[in-house]
């Protein structure tokens, strides 16, 4: 630590090293001197030997090894006197550079969301999205701007694929809380049976849906909510397990709460409330989303087995597709376009980070 001693005692150092050097000075004049030199020929003699004294106290300066500590000292002292004087121009350049570095390390973070960092699930890197390669020909409603197969094709394809070591499917709703008077809309999910499970998400405090949950004329087997959800409505309160909430004016129980950190499988759209798939006609009686084959608003993903890769899923999916489709070709399908409903191939696409149309 001699270092932090030299910095702290800078100014005796300064006083001790000016005397050694007029002591030098001073003994080589007087070898001079004796030499028979005049005193102001000896005096000029030895400073032209020494070299400039102020050229000998930057290098003996050098030697202590803070001089750059010294500088630095130096420049911000005078920095901060001439900021003084110029009050108003140092307010506007500490405000341009606070709003410079705030405005960049805001777009940083909304990049590093949406386009750099993965899912917050277990190894993200096993997700595939699972899509339609061409929909050209495609028919229908569709629900989601996000890639989509109708409910009838996701049980379908739920019940008879071999690709994927599990397969999840969620559909976005906006859900009603209020139980009378002016309508308060949360983001809701329609989530299948093995959403969180297949996801690799435990939950933070109850239970997440199991496929037993989501069974057709299930009603409303409860409700699973996020973790800044259950922050701002129920402010963090543990014995919220059990307790009903309403839901489109119908009461569903919280049977859990996920952890912070999942905010759903769309990257822009953090959901509050999710229930199975099977509870749609009951949330929503006015159209029964379960039964048709031309609503388009189930996304779906699959966690790939080991050692499995895009290539090889996709590969499997072509070739199980034409069984799928055949099988869940709409009744009242146009029949201009049935040729390309039943050309139709599911495809695997990268699934790590979601997906988003933010990000689009």
Same mark, same amino acid.
């Given at each position: 630590?001699?270092?932090?001693?030299?910095?702290?005692?800078?100014?005796?150092?300064?006083?001790?090293?000016?005397?050694?050097?007029?002591?030098?000075?001073?003994?080589?004049?007087?070898?001079?001197?004796?030499?028979?030199?005049?005193?102001?020929?000896?005096?000029?003699?030895?400073?032209?030997?020494?070299?400039?004294?102020?050229?000998?106290?930057?290098?003996?300066?050098?030697?202590?090894?803070?001089?750059?500590?010294?500088?630095?000292?130096?420049?911000?002292?005078?920095?901060?006197?001439?900021?003084?004087?110029?009050?108003?121009?140092? &307010?506007?350049?500490?405000?341009?550079?606070?709003?410079?570095?705030?405005?960049?390390?805001?777009?940083?973070?909304?990049?590093?969301?949406?386009?750099?960092?993965?899912?917050?699930?277990?190894?993200?890197?096993?997700?595939?999205?699972?899509?339609?390669?061409?929909?050209?020909?495609?028919?229908?409603?569709?629900?989601?701007?996000?890639?989509? &197969?109708?409910?009838?094709?996701?049980?379908?394809?739920?019940?008879?694929?071999?690709?994927?070591?599990?397969?999840?499917?969620?559909?976005?709703?906006?859900?009603?809380?209020?139980?009378?008077?002016?309508?308060?809309?949360?983001?809701?999910?329609?989530?299948?049976?093995?959403?969180?499970?297949?996801?690799?998400?435990?939950?933070?405090?109850?239970?997440?849906?199991?496929?037993?949950?989501?069974?057709?004329?299930?009603?409303?087997?409860?409700?699973?909510?996020?973790?800044?959800?259950?922050?701002?409505?129920?402010?963090?309160?543990?014995?919220?397990?059990?307790?009903?909430?309403? &839901?489109?004016?119908?009461?569903?129980?919280?049977?859990?709460?996920?952890?912070?950190?999942?905010?759903?499988?769309?990257?822009?759209?953090?959901?509050?409330?999710?229930?199975?798939?099977?509870?749609?006609?009951?949330?929503?009686?006015?159209?029964?989303? &379960?039964?048709?084959?031309?609503?388009?608003?189930?996304?779906?993903?699959?966690?790939?087995?080991?050692?499995?890769?895009?290539?090889?899923?996709?590969?499997?999916?072509?070739?199980?597709?034409?069984?799928?489709?055949?099988?869940?070709?709409?009744?009242?399908?146009?029949?201009?376009?049935?040729?390309?409903?039943?050309?139709?191939?599911?495809?695997?696409?990268?699934?790590?980070?979601?997906?988003?149309?933010?990000?689009?």
């Amino acid at each position: 630590m001699n270092w932090l001693g030299r910095l702290l005692n800078r100014q005796r150092l300064e006083r001790e090293l000016g005397k050694e050097l007029d002591y030098h000075l001073e003994r080589q004049t007087a070898s001079y001197i004796e030499a028979g030199l005049t005193e102001a020929e000896a005096r000029r003699k030895a400073r032209l030997e020494f070299g400039g004294p102020d050229h000998i106290r930057e290098e003996c300066r050098d030697a202590r090894g803070t001089l750059w500590l010294e500088r630095l000292f130096q420049d911000t002292r005078l920095s901060f006197r001439l900021l003084r004087k110029s009050p108003a121009f140092s &307010l506007a350049a500490v405000g341009t550079l606070a709003l410079g570095i705030g405005a960049n390390t805001a777009i940083f973070r909304l990049l590093d969301a949406v386009r750099l960092s993965a899912l917050p699930v277990h190894d993200p890197q096993q997700l595939a999205l699972v899509d339609i390669a061409d929909t050209a020909g495609r028919r229908g409603a569709q629900m989601t701007p996000n890639p989509a &197969l109708t409910n009838p094709l996701w049980e379908r394809f739920r019940d008879t694929q071999q690709t994927f070591s599990g397969v999840l499917a969620w559909g976005n709703s906006d859900f009603n809380i209020a139980t009378t008077g002016e309508t308060r809309s949360m983001r809701g999910l329609y989530v299948s049976g093995d959403f969180f499970g297949v996801a690799g998400i435990q939950p933070f405090v109850g239970r997440v849906f199991t496929p037993d949950d989501d069974r057709r004329g299930c009603g409303i087997p409860g409700a699973v909510i996020s973790y800044g959800f259950w922050q701002r409505e129920f402010g963090g309160d543990a014995s919220i397990i059990g307790r009903r909430i309403s &839901l489109n004016y119908q009461r569903a129980e919280i049977i859990g709460i996920t952890p912070a950190g999942f905010t759903g499988l769309e990257v822009g759209r953090a959901y509050d409330v999710a229930v199975p798939i099977c509870s749609q006609p009951v949330l929503q009686p006015a159209g029964n989303y &379960l039964e048709a084959g031309t609503f388009w608003w189930l996304t779906v993903m699959g966690r790939m087995k080991p050692g499995q890769n895009l290539e090889t899923a996709s590969a499997q999916l072509r070739t199980s597709s034409p069984a799928i489709f055949q099988a869940e070709l709409p009744s009242n399908y146009p029949a201009e376009n049935i040729k390309d409903y039943l050309n139709f191939k599911l495809t695997a696409k990268p699934g790590s980070d979601g997906v988003s149309v933010l990000r689009e």
